[in-house]
């Protein structure tokens, strides 16, 4: 099997070892002869079933090539998430499997030899590294290679957002190779010099850095022994395993405790959700607006892959815990800021996709999110109404009135110059990009849900 | 403590030309090779205690059938 001109996915140009392309729909990653050894000693060490038994590594299986040494086709991940959108935890656990596998690896005689945030991802709700093609065979006496790349895309951000700011996360969305490392020793407190871990793996690495970019020296004699690189790996798993933030006293923390439904409207909302959730059955839903997740859990319930966006990292935290807890395999939960979504980055802007580029999901629930979208950030209803065709099929929406609560606390510090944002306005303005199927006001509020399918070009 | 003490001490050690290359990685690649040896002595330490420890709990923990003096 051989890729087809311009089916090489963008992600992939830089791996030399070989390559990601679609077919007919399917993804599949060609192994090429220049890595064929290193391939051969994965599968025949052990590595790869050791990996794949664990769940730190994407199973794949082989398929016969006429080019390159293999083509290989992996368990497709169903919604690929970056880490500029994912919570502390979420962050530190792919840092542990990061650390888990190249462990392993050492264990048979394979250094993990790229420790890119990139190549994990989310799949029944833990992480797992995708790239197969990420080991080589162990040098006795190298040190690792992915150690720069280790402290850049995991160290120096949990560090950041543990120690400084949890929002710091978003630098990972400037910086496509990881945060430099002179960067987050500046901003990171006086105080982390004093943890042996981030003095070692931030600090002094930043330091060494800056003390030999620019030298032409011969090269050394010393070598790091097996133990050293052991000593290496336990001593980053030891540095993030230490590295903790608690979600409190954020913008949403206690939101369903203020919102003015009663315990009987919820349930109400629910019911409804779920109703128009049996009509539409869809596979993938995103849940604009998730906040903890209780609506996402209704979709989740109902069958679909969930992913519960919520610009509040608290939120998203307190939602990644209750998914591990609960070992909810089909929510994934993510930060999100649907004023600004994440955009296509990286060389061309094609490496990383944007929001947009990942959907279209075959159903959005966008609850109480229209007054943000439209009050909050100034977007009038058609733009709106625009945004959200270009991401769903159907999408179950609620309005909620400038006589809600909700709204009155965002029209108190600011002018009402809305005058178009009524019911009948986001009905009109709605039907030019969606068939209303179906609307029910909510019990104990002044609030409609509508269920709407996007219109057919 | 003691052992970050030893690690700031490779700090001077570091500000001394030791090897180069022309590669952004150079100083990653160096300071594995500097703080290396302390961290695999970190570990085989750990090692070491932990197995002390093992012995140590199962020496002097009661074994099953010990102690059980029924009714």
Sequence with gaps: MAPEPDSVQPGSFRDPSGFVFRRAGVLYRQVNTSYRDDYDLLMSSGLHAALVRAGLLLSHEELPSSEGHKTIKPREIPFISYPYEWCFSQLKDAALTTLAVAKTALEHGMSLKDASAYNVQFLGGRPVLIDTLSFEKYREGEPWVAYRQFCQHFVAPLALMSRKDVRLSQLLRVYIDGIPLDLAARLLPRGTRWSFGLAAHVHLHAGAQQRYADKAVKPGRRRMTRLSFMGLLDSLEKTVRGLKWRPAGTEWADYYDETNYSDAGLEHKKQVIAAYLGRTKPATVWDLGANTGLFSRVAAAAGALTIAFDIDPAAVERNYHECRQRDEGNMLPLVMDLTNPSPGIGWRNKERMSLSERGPCDTALALALVHHLAIGNNSPLPMVADFLSGICRTLIIEFVPKSDSQVQRLLATREDVFPNYVREAFERDFSRRFAILDSQPLQGSERTVYLMEKNRP | ?71
């Design chain 2, 1 to 71: 403590m003691i052992s970050l003490v030893f690690l700031w001490l490779f700090i001077s050690a570091l500000l001394q030309p030791a090897y180069g290359y022309l590669d952004p990685g150079t100083g990653s690649y160096i300071l594995q090779l500097l703080i290396g040896g302390l961290l695999g002595g970190i570990f085989a330490l750990g090692v070491f205690w932990k197995k002390v420890v093992t012995f140590v709990k199962r020496t002097f923990s009661p074994r099953k059938g010990d102690g059980g003096t029924g009714t």
